[in-house]
């Protein structure tokens, strides 16, 4: 199986700063990462992934990086908004047709 | 393009009464179908999945049961609700890249 964890549960920060997520998975033979947003209420909504090929990945705002060797991975936000706040998950999978693992969440609060 | 209902919204029932929750996704021939469930600020905790009419895998028991009797739909049910089911179960599907995409939900509160 895959384990997830995700550090921080609750982060809250200034409007216009970035916000970081940082998760690590124990397998190594996970290759799929994506990151979903949950708002109040909502469905989880797929933001951005990332697969074991790429290192580095970039769209709208939003960077994903991943460290296969320390078995790492992590979403930053630049330039937050107050509509960034929301739930972010991480999640893992090590080979297709297999589980996704979610992480536990991160409370992202975008303070004007 | 792929569209994905859940019904009811929600849900309100007593401790000891049935349940039925339903999904249906339309746009996608033999979809991998799946029930996530998701206690109020938790994760989101896989239940079941089915790759095809018939054949549901159980992935966490907790006194639920699924079914696939169509290809396009996914039944979430139970006999007797308990206190700790209370919650939001979310139907999913994978697209041909293995992207996960939720459907809109159901509230589950058990009293």
């Known amino acids: 199986g895959e384990q997830v964890e995700q550090l921080p549960s609750i982060l809250r920060v200034q409007e216009g700063s970035s916000a970081s997520i940082n998760c690590t998975y124990e397998n190594s033979a996970s290759n799929y990462f994506p990151w979903y947003k949950q708002e109040p209420g909502e469905n989880p909504k797929l933001i951005i992934d990332?697969?074991?090929?790429?290192e580095r990945k970039q769209t709208q705002g939003l960077i994903v990086l991943l460290d296969k060797k320390a078995k790492r991975f992590s979403l930053h936000i630049t330039d937050t908004q107050p509509g960034d706040s929301a739930m972010y998950f991480c999640a893992a999978r090590a080979k297709a047709g297999a589980k996704l693992t979610f992480g536990g969440g991160t409370r992202l609060t975008v303070r004007p | 393009a792929q569209t994905i209902h859940q019904w009811p919204v929600a849900e309100i029932k007593a401790v000891g009464s049935p349940l039925s929750l339903g999904c249906t996704i339309k746009g996608k021939s033999s979809p991998n179908l799946y029930w996530y469930w998701q206690a109020t600020g938790g994760t989101l905790q896989q239940l079941f999945y089915s790759i095809t009419v018939g054949q549901v895998e159980s992935v966490v028991q907790l006194n639920l049961s699924a079914s696939r009797p169509k290809d396009d739909q996914f039944i979430l049910s139970t006999e007797k609700l308990l206190l700790s089911h209370s919650g939001f179960y979310l139907c999913?599907?994978?697209?041909?890249?293995?992207?996960?995409?939720f459907g809109s939900g159901t509230r589950l509160t058990v009293l």
């Open positions: 990332i697969r074991s090929n790429m």
């Open positions: 999913a599907w994978t697209s041909s890249a293995e992207t996960l995409y």
